[in-house]
């Protein structure tokens, strides 16, 4: 076994593991404060990236920078209208009715993308992140190194946020005892719109460092989103730190299969590492 191969796997599986990490941190954030989940979640990373995508194309702004500059900020307000329009008024709906409304927000996002841009796969060509480079015989590319590092800054800035900061401390408060919170004067309403504005931020910061390297197309999201939901429930529900920690097992998972047996294997082998953390660790890897 080439020793070469499997650390350049390992390199590969980190470098997209942060971003599943990323995508399911804002998924495990709504989850653990309000109690729904998003299955609309994947399709916000595909317009992220459209949005992105469009932005080089017909304003020439490089992804680099119009993820803070635009693609953010905009993800951002989608997440607080999604909230008021959707989310707000299926709260207290049965389970079912959540699922169902929040998948058919996915159709219909998925839908207009395939209306207006066609089921064609698309890629961003002379943005500012290209090329590769060797460290110690290993192949790392600039967009998936620049890409870690970013996930990396924006992961520790939702830590120091979620723990240092008032408002960061009234939304664990919120997650751990919504009634609770509520008596000691925290608005439970603004925190619902708070991290659902995260959530699809930290989704849509995910789509826009994809573009640098990553197809476009309307159904992109899919994948990234079912890793997402065995993210979180392998990191353990409502856990920020499972959810890293999950997002680069995943990743590794992927990439050390893709190169040794076949990348067609990927969601078998990824089920079967969820498998086994469930039949042990029943309360996943961030759970007590």
Known sequence: ???????????????????YSIVALGLTLIWGTMRIINFAHGDFLMMGMYATFWIFMLIKIDPLLSCLLIVMPV????????????????????VITQILATFGVGIILQSIAMFFWKPDYRIIRGNILSGTFRFVGISIGIPQFVTSIICIIAMLALFYFLNRTKTGLAIRATTLNKEAAALVGINIENIYY????????????????????????PNVGMSFALFAYVI?????????????????????????????????????????????????????????
């Open 75 to 94: 993800s951002f307000g989608a997440g607080l209208l999604y909230y008021r329009v959707i989310l707000k008024h299926i709260l207290k709906r049965e």
């Open 232 to 288: 979180i429930v392998l990191g353990g529900l409502g856990s920020v730190k499972g959810a890293l920690a999950g997002g680069l097992i995943l990743g590794i998972v992927t990439s050390l299969t893709g190169a040794f047996l076949n990348p067609a294997f990927k969601y078998i082998a990824v089920f079967l590492v969820y498998l086994m953390v469930v039949v042990i660790k029943p309360e996943g890897l961030g759970g007590r």
């Open 194 to 217: 708070l991290v659902v504005g995260i959530g699809i931020s930290l989704v849509g910061l995910a789509g826009n460092l994809l573009t640098n390297y990553y197809y476009v197309f």
């Open 1 to 19: 076994m080439n020793l070469a191969v499997i650390f350049q796997a390992i390199i590969n599986g980190i470098s997209i593991g942060f971003v």
